[in-house]
């Protein structure tokens, strides 16, 4: 679809959560689809994770967006799907990649929210790509537990914070979940979640420095617990780590259920973002380096740098790599 000026920040470039939701709305549809391709019982797929994603062009206005996903894998209970964004000025004909991401899903029963079904399996042209995928899955797996032990961390207001401190940029975003937000289960799109967190996201970088700030990649999304219709969220987004030119961000989504349900408030999601600072003529600006305070803002600073650093590495060699 083209881009529209309701889909931008005040530069002029789309949202990366509108992108956000456009490839989840894509990976859904397929999913969905799949899930239904064989006599059963009719579901509806819901996302479950999004693996780490790179923006690596912005999207303007005026231009068109084409996206387009790929089942990949599929293991007893779960669909990996693979989503390639494509931009195209439709003045020029110019084209180029802006996003690739890789999402799982898994299908739940439309008579029983609580069932997950079986999905239909899907051929594989070699055998090496069922023990990629599957590889794949483990892992996924593997890191969703284990993000999962770790999220009881909770914001709290800071009064007269200092800038670049914390508590100076912490944000957040209180929601209340309405029909428009949810599937036919009664669940929030997964692509409406990661919109609001994008938001939130932008808004505690851009109380950080002061400039007009992109999304540069998101972490893997986990989404831990379904959002019913009515529940009311709030989406959560603190700094945790700054290089030189990048800023992440942790942002978290707790949900408080409906009013007569026993069910306490929980985390549903969690995940960490990455922004990039950007002057008027779109060059990368210098961060201003995020000042901590306490015990637990200097270990998540050392844990956001280990995190940077390893995927320096990582994007390093790709690229040495592809020169060879």
Partial sequence: RIMRPDDANVAGNVHGGTILKMIEEAGAIISTRHCNSQAGEPCVAALARVERTDFLSPVCIGEVANVSAEITYTSRH?????????????????????????????PLSLKNVNKVLEVPPIQYVRKEQEDEGKKRYEEQKLDRLETKQ????????????????????????IHLVGPSDCTLLGFVHGGVTMKLMDEVAGIVAARHCKTNIVTASVDAINFHEKIKKGSVITISGRMTFTSNKSMEIEVFVDADPFVDEPQERYRAVSAFFTYVSLSKEGKPLPVPQLLTETEDE?????????????????????MQQAAR
């Fill in 298 to 318: 200097k270990r998540r600073f050392e844990e956001g740098k280990g995190r940077y650093l390893q995927t320096k590495a990582k994007r390093q060699a790709q």
């Fill in 78 to 106: 779960s669909v990996e799907v693979q989503v390639n964004v494509m931009s195209e000025n439709i003045l020029t004909g110019a084209k180029k990649v802006t996003n690739k991401a890789t999402l799982w899903y898994v």
């Fill in 150 to 173: 770790r999220n009881g961390d909770v914001i709290f207001p800071v009064i007269n914070p200092e800038p670049h401190t914390v508590g100076y940029s912490q944000s957040s975003l």
